[in-house]
């Protein structure tokens, strides 16, 4: 009964809140992208850093003639790691969740859960697909998100797990191989 009187809100006056909950995903998933773009450049600068000091060490090292031959077990204590952007993912999944990704998740939890739970004679797939299209997005982009959401929820009790159940169900409605993980390849016989 409720969720019909919903369903019935996003349907009413030409399905304006409908249009609105698109122009919300809309604006949350360009502020995410170009905060996604900020994030590499980071990840970048960080990379091109740790390289930087890398080559530093090693000049120091070629300087007083020794080789990292020479150096054998002893090299990971003398050159700092490689970059890797896991180091700093606590920060990274902050910063997304402050560039945009908030709203946009929950956005796209929405249009997931009006797509997928929507009774076949309503139109409200249509109309949000049709929404999406002239935003240059479509309710596979939704289903990502969803996707990369579920990956960061935590679920603890079993009313989250409900939860996480239903989101599951609602973006395979909308992308049945969101999901399917690519074949491993067979191993070479000798």
Same mark, same amino acid.
């Given at each position: 009964m409720y969720?019909r009187?919903?369903?019935?809100k996003?349907?009413e006056?030409?399905y304006?809140k ?11 998933e360009k502020m995410?992208?170009e905060?996604n ?6 990840i970048?600068q960080?990379?091109?850093q740790r390289?930087?000091?890398?080559d530093a060490?090693?000049?120091v090292?070629?300087k007083k003639?020794?080789t990292v031959?020479?150096?054998?077990n002893?090299?990971d204590d003398?050159?700092p790691p490689?970059?890797?952007?896991l180091? @700093?993912?606590e ?5 997304? !969740?402050k #560039?945009?990704?908030f709203p946009l $998740?929950y956005?796209a &939890?929405?249009?997931?859960l009006l797509c997928?739970t929507a009774?076949a @004679?309503s139109?409200i797939?249509e109309?949000i697909? !049709?929404? #999406?299209e002239?935003?240059?997005? $479509?309710?596979?982009? &939704? ?12 679920v ?5 797990e409900v ?5 599951v169900?609602a973006a395979?409605?909308l992308?049945?191989?969101l ?7 067979p191993?070479?016989?000798?």
């Amino acid at each position: 009964m409720y969720y019909r009187r919903l369903l019935h809100k996003f349907q009413e006056d030409d399905y304006a809140k409908t249009e609105r909950l698109c122009e919300i995903w809309e604006a949350s998933e360009k502020m995410y992208e170009e905060g996604n773009k900020k994030i590499d450049e980071i990840i970048e600068q960080r990379v091109d850093q740790r390289q930087k000091q890398i080559d530093a060490t090693l000049l120091v090292l070629k300087k007083k003639g020794i080789t990292v031959e020479q150096l054998g077990n002893r090299v990971d204590d003398v050159l700092p790691p490689p970059y890797d952007p896991l180091e @700093d993912e606590e920060e990274f999944l902050e910063m997304r !969740s402050k #560039l945009g990704f908030f709203p946009l $998740s929950y956005s796209a &939890v929405c249009i997931a859960l009006l797509c997928a739970t929507a009774p076949a @004679d309503s139109l409200i797939k249509e109309k949000i697909t !049709s929404l #999406l299209e002239m935003q240059n997005s $479509s309710l596979l982009n &939704v289903a990502a998100i969803i996707d990369e959401f579920l990956g960061q929820m935590q679920v603890e009790t079993k009313e989250e797990e409900v939860i996480r159940d239903k989101l599951v169900e609602a973006a395979l409605a909308l992308d049945p191989h969101l999901f399917d993980k690519p074949e491993p390849e067979p191993e070479p016989t000798a």
